[in-house]
């Protein structure tokens, strides 16, 4: 299938030969090419500092692409031809001069043109001043830059206000891969094309709200990175927060970008500001040490390649958030993130009340919520908890938990579910903005991080200690058992 000329497109993409790039950008690109979706005429100019030849570049991408690729979708032929695409230039980002052959590499051909960052945010001003100078940049140039933006409010200004320089808003594409995953955009669908939900979806029936991202690795090899970021800046301010936005927002007028993304806005802004006197009970931060992952011993935080001893970086944020507003009033919303984590999920429950009257087995009554069980990854799916009667002319009217079960790759059969970023590619490509963040998101998103962060540096405590393997510290069950309640693994 080949797309219109609305999405041929150049891709130029800084920091080709990086992790990221490597990993995820350019499995992506091939996928979207072997479905047909990556314009025939459309090429990709891969930068980096290494000093490599284009037929070099291209036969360690082939490698990483073999790598990174599931087996049954990659094709080495398919792949060839891909990269025939992608062309190389070695190029160090601080000369300005060098700069001016990305101008002649594009040619008199002055289309669509992506700029691709897969770099560190503090290079992307450099980045966007030189483009600017050699002449590379015009209306329909595209930007896509990486959160999170900055280490807090203050320096997401600043890179921001450096993108805002040389590109219009309406240029840039903030990607949270979050926001690429099938089963985050069918929140949407789920939410506001099913009547079912969309009426129950309040205080007056929902009790409570789980979000839950675990993580079995620890740092891998990031140490440098996450000990100055931690995981609240990783994971909260990044992508639970987005998430938490997409549950709680109010309907949109329509499915364009501003009206989406105004609907998230108004969400940050009523977030409960957390206070000192709010910390003991509705902020948990913890810290792995040694334990077992998967079957194997693994070193705790400190004793990490390159680890300082003394640190007190966090690798765990159990949260209780509760939103101002008419929606939400009085509906906690528990989410929690940490590494070191008995597996790798990511997940969303919702709690619905139980019915007002209730006439079974009072010894079931504990049963008697139902829930919506979303599951982000890794088995892609929604299952609805409900109550039936058990089976047998002995069972009298005994209730039992059953789920009504949409498991994607089940239900969709053999069609492939699509990585993240091939779908926000591919929203780039046709310069659609909706799965992407605005700039008031990101520094509503940070004031209220910064805001926890500056409590726990006032507070001096360090962050409590929980054995790798474990569902975090013992503080965060006592958070949500306060309440009269459990997480969903311990219920």
Same mark, same amino acid.
């Given at each position: 299938?080949?797309?219109?000329?609305?999405?041929?497109?150049?891709?130029?993409?800084?920091?080709?030969? %990086?992790?990221?790039?490597?990993?995820?950008?350019?499995?992506?690109?091939? =996928?979207?090419?072997?479905? %047909?979706?990556?314009?025939?005429?459309?090429?990709?100019?891969?930068?980096?500092?290494?000093?490599?030849?284009?037929?070099?570049?291209?036969?360690?991408?082939?490698?990483?692409?073999?790598?990174?690729?599931?087996?049954?979708?990659?094709?080495?032929?398919?792949?060839?031809?891909?990269?025939? *695409?992608?062309?190389?230039?070695?190029?160090?980002?601080?000369?300005?001069?060098?700069?001016?052959?990305?101008?002649?590499?594009?040619?008199?051909?002055?289309?669509?043109?992506?700029?691709?960052?897969?770099?560190?945010?503090?290079?992307?001003?450099?980045?966007?001043?030189?483009?600017?100078?050699?002449?590379?940049?015009?209306?329909?140039?595209?930007?896509?830059?990486?959160?999170?933006?900055?280490?807090?409010?203050?320096? &997401?200004?600043?890179?921001?206000?450096?993108?805002?320089?040389?590109?219009?808003?309406?240029?840039?594409?903030?990607?949270?891969?979050?926001?690429?995953?099938?089963?985050?955009? @069918?929140?949407?669908?789920?939410?506001?094309?099913?009547?079912?939900?969309?009426? =129950?979806?309040?205080?007056?029936?929902?009790?409570?709200?789980?979000?839950?991202?675990?993580?079995?690795?620890?740092?891998?090899?990031?140490?440098?990175?996450?000990?100055?970021?931690?995981?609240?800046?990783?994971?909260?301010?990044?992508?639970?927060?987005?998430?938490?936005?997409?549950?709680?927002?109010?309907?949109?007028?329509?499915?364009?970008?501003?009206?989406?993304?105004?609907?998230?806005?108004?969400?940050?802004?009523?977030?409960?500001?957390?206070?000192?006197?709010?910390?003991?009970?509705?902020?948990?931060?913890?810290?792995?040490?040694? %334990?077992? &992952?998967?079957?194997?011993?693994?070193?705790?935080?400190?004793?990490?390649?390159?680890?300082?001893?003394?640190?007190?970086?966090?690798?765990?944020?159990?949260?209780?958030?509760?939103?101002?507003?008419?929606?939400?009033?009085?509906?906690?919303?528990?989410?929690? !993130?940490? *590494?070191?984590?008995?597996?790798?999920?990511?997940?969303?429950?919702?709690?619905?009340?139980?019915?007002?009257?209730?006439?079974?087995?009072?010894?079931?009554?504990?049963?008697? @919520?139902?829930?919506?069980?979303?599951?982000? =990854?890794?088995?892609?799916?929604?299952?609805?908890?409900?109550? !039936?009667?058990?089976?047998?002319?002995?069972?009298?009217?005994?209730?039992?938990? %059953?789920?009504?079960?949409?498991?994607?790759?089940?239900?969709?059969?053999?069609?492939?579910?699509?990585?993240?970023?091939?779908?926000?590619?591919?929203?780039?490509?046709?310069?659609?903005?909706?799965?992407?963040?605005?700039?008031?998101?990101?520094?509503?998103?940070?004031?209220?991080?910064?805001?926890?962060?500056?409590?726990?540096?006032?507070?001096?405590?360090?962050? *409590?200690?929980?054995?790798?393997?474990?569902?975090?510290?013992?503080?965060?069950?006592?958070?949500?058992?306060?309440?009269?309640?459990?997480?969903?693994?311990?219920?």
């Amino acid at each position: 299938m080949e797309d219109p000329d609305s999405t041929r497109c150049d891709l130029i993409v800084f920091g080709a030969m %990086g992790d990221l790039a490597q990993r995820k950008l350019f499995p992506a690109l091939y =996928q979207l090419y072997r479905a %047909g979706l990556l314009h025939r005429a459309s090429r990709v100019l891969a930068l980096a500092r290494r000093d490599l030849d284009t037929g070099s570049a291209r036969q360690e991408m082939l490698g990483k692409l073999e790598c990174h690729v599931r087996p049954n979708d990659f094709d080495k032929d398919d792949a060839g031809r891909f990269l025939e *695409k992608v062309d190389y230039r070695q190029l160090d980002i601080n000369d300005v001069d060098a700069f001016v052959e990305l101008d002649h590499w594009r040619g008199d051909d002055r289309g669509n043109l992506i700029v691709y960052m897969a770099t560190p945010p503090s290079l992307y001003g450099t980045i966007s001043r030189h483009l600017r100078s050699a002449q590379c940049c015009n209306q329909n140039t595209r930007v896509v830059v990486e959160k999170p933006i900055g280490h807090d409010l203050e320096s &997401s200004r600043v890179i921001n206000d450096e993108l805002a320089a040389v590109y219009r808003e309406n240029q840039l594409f903030r990607i949270d891969h979050y926001l690429g995953k099938e089963t985050v955009q @069918n929140l949407i669908a789920l939410r506001f094309a099913n009547n079912l939900f969309a009426s =129950q979806w309040d205080q007056n029936h929902i009790s409570h709200v789980e979000i839950t991202v675990a993580e079995s690795v620890g740092i891998e090899s990031r140490w440098g990175y996450f000990d100055q970021a931690g995981q609240i800046r990783d994971m909260i301010q990044n992508h639970l927060l987005q998430l938490l936005c997409l549950i709680a927002m109010d309907p949109p007028a329509d499915l364009s970008a501003d009206s989406i993304r105004d609907e998230k806005v108004k969400i940050l802004k009523a977030l409960r500001q957390m206070t000192p006197e709010l910390m003991n009970t509705h902020v948990v931060r913890g810290q792995y040490t040694a %334990g077992n &992952s998967e079957g194997r011993p693994v070193p705790g935080y400190r004793e990490e390649k390159g680890a300082d001893p003394g640190s007190q970086t966090e690798t765990f944020v159990a949260l209780k958030v509760e939103i101002e507003n008419w929606r939400w009033s009085g509906v906690p919303f528990y989410i929690r !993130t940490g *590494k070191r984590l008995p597996e790798k999920l990511s997940r969303i429950i919702i709690h619905f009340k139980p019915a007002p009257h209730y006439i079974f087995d009072p010894d079931q009554q504990h049963l008697a @919520n139902n829930k919506l069980i979303i599951r982000l =990854q890794p088995d892609e799916g929604m299952a609805l908890q409900i109550l !039936t009667k058990e089976h047998g002319l002995d069972k009298g009217m005994r209730l039992r938990q %059953g789920p009504l079960e949409l498991t994607f790759s089940e239900t969709f059969g053999h069609d492939r579910i699509p990585d993240a970023y091939e779908r926000l590619l591919w929203e780039v490509m046709k310069g659609n903005q909706y799965l992407f963040v605005r700039r008031d998101e990101v520094e509503y998103a940070w004031r209220w991080v910064d805001r926890v962060i500056a409590n726990w540096q006032a507070s001096g405590e360090p962050p *409590k200690r929980y054995t790798a393997g474990t569902w975090g510290p013992v503080a965060s069950i006592a958070m949500i058992t306060r309440d009269g309640r459990s997480w969903y693994e311990d219920a």
